[in-house]
T-cell receptor
Framework: SQTIHQWPATLVQPVGSPLSLECTVEGTSNPNLYWYRQAAGRGLQLLFYSVGIGQISSEVPQNLSASRPQDRQFILSSKKLLLSDSGFYLC?????????????FGPGTRLTVL | TQLLEQSPQFLSIQEGENLTVYCNSSSVFSSLQWYRQEPGEGPVLLVTVVTGGEVKKLKRLTFQFGDARKDSSLHITAAQPGDTGLYLCAGATGGGADGLTFGKGTHLIIQP
């Protein structure tokens, strides 16, 4: 069966510090991978998605970046965090030809920027 | 931009009552998913519906996809405290090339 892991589970970082969040998927090959941010009252915002190693598409302009160094690894990064980067970050995976296929979510990372 | 409106935004009822939450759009979706999310955790998939008029049951939960594939409802019978959570619907446009559109969710609280 497939499983998805995210770490860390929680993170408190000062403004201006770097960020690295990691997501890994087990039990499937060549998944589509996604990063979302969930803010209170605003729903899920798609940040990045990837259909393969080294292939990243950005949905919104921001100071975040994503990378996919391995088939089942997806990393969310920032060089300098802003207060507005606080939120709940979710990684998800799907299989299939399109991004509209059913997505399965990881446990999330709660990021607080102070 | 496709929008999914979920209603109500908040619902608090007593254990044992029935309830229905709605997910509406002016866009047609090729499929629609319902998720439940508990505080501090990721959303968990409950069901995917793909055919207009489709009804799926998951124990006390009944999901219906509208005939025109623009809306969906989730009905819970005899709600229990364990049903408490944020219910999210997400729709996919034809071919899935545009990804999933998520509603903002319905916060459901079942009081014992």
């Amino acid at each position: 069966s497939q499983t998805i892991h995210q770490w860390p589970a929680t993170l408190v970082q000062p403004v201006g510090s770097p960020l690295s969040l990691e997501c890994t998927v087990e039990g499937t090959s060549n998944p589509n991978l996604y990063w979302y941010r969930q803010a209170a009252g605003r729903g899920l915002q798609l940040l990045f998605y990837s259909v393969g190693i080294g292939q990243i598409s950005s949905e919104v302009p921001q100071n975040l970046s994503a990378s996919r160094p391995q088939d089942r690894q997806f990393i969310l990064s920032s060089k300098k965090l802003l207060l507005s980067d606080s939120g709940f970050y979710l990684c998800a995976w799907s299989v299939g030809a399109g991004r509209g296929d059913t997505q399965y979510f990881g446990p999330g990372t709660r990021l607080t920027v102070l | 931009t496709q929008l999914l409106e979920q209603s109500p935004q908040f619902l608090s009822i007593q254990e044992g009552e029935n309830l229905t939450v709605y997910c509406n759009s002016s866009s047609v979706f090729s499929s629609l998913q319902w998720y439940r999310q508990e505080p501090g955790e990721g959303p968990v998939l409950l069901v995917t519906v793909v055919t207009g008029g489709e009804v799926k049951k998951l124990k006390r939960l009944t999901f219906q996809f509208g005939d025109a594939r623009k809306d969906s409802s989730l009905h819970i019978t005899a709600a229990q405290p364990g049903d408490t959570g944020l219910y999210l619907c997400a729709g996919a446009t034809g071919g899935g090339a545009d990804g999933l559109t998520f509603g903002k969710g319905t916060h459901l609280i079942i009081q014992p």
